[in-house]
């Protein structure tokens, strides 16, 4: 099983046996969460991590069309951790977050149709 955390982390560069950030990181994650609360997307009663011990899959389900989340939380985290220097990158990593929370409303809206396969 894979850490929210741990994760999360390893992402950002940081290893997971260096726990000297992991107090902001958590805080970050959290808030983060709390958005995604508020956009509708994830447990009802929201998700609140304290340390390396809590999954995706708490917050995932079984759900596989929610694997974007897992990339909204990193740059999300990103941002307010360690934000990039140059204007550019913000800008790109803004408009990634933005595409990802349009999906995650589509999504959660249910307005994603089903394949349908043409015999």
Do not use: C
């Not at 850490?3 to 726990?19: F, P, R, V, W």
């Not at 107090?23 to 304290?50: A, C, K, R, W």
Request: hydrophobic share 45%; charged share 20%.
């Amino acid at each position: 099983m894979e850490s929210i955390l741990n994760s999360t982390k390893q992402i950002l560069g940081q290893g997971a046996d260096d726990h000297g950030f992991d107090v902001d990181i958590v805080m970050h994650i959290n808030s983060v969460f709390s958005i995604l609360n508020q956009l509708g997307i994830g447990p009802v009663e929201g998700l609140f991590i304290t340390d390396a011990t809590t999954e995706w899959s708490a917050f995932l389900a079984d759900d596989v069309l929610l694997n974007a989340t897992k990339t909204y939380v990193y740059l999300r985290v990103r941002m307010l951790f360690d934000p990039p220097t140059t204007s550019y990158h913000i800008t790109a990593m803004e408009k990634q977050i933005a595409e990802i929370e349009w999906r995650l409303n589509v999504y959660r809206e249910g307005l994603l149709h089903p394949i349908v396969e043409v015999v």
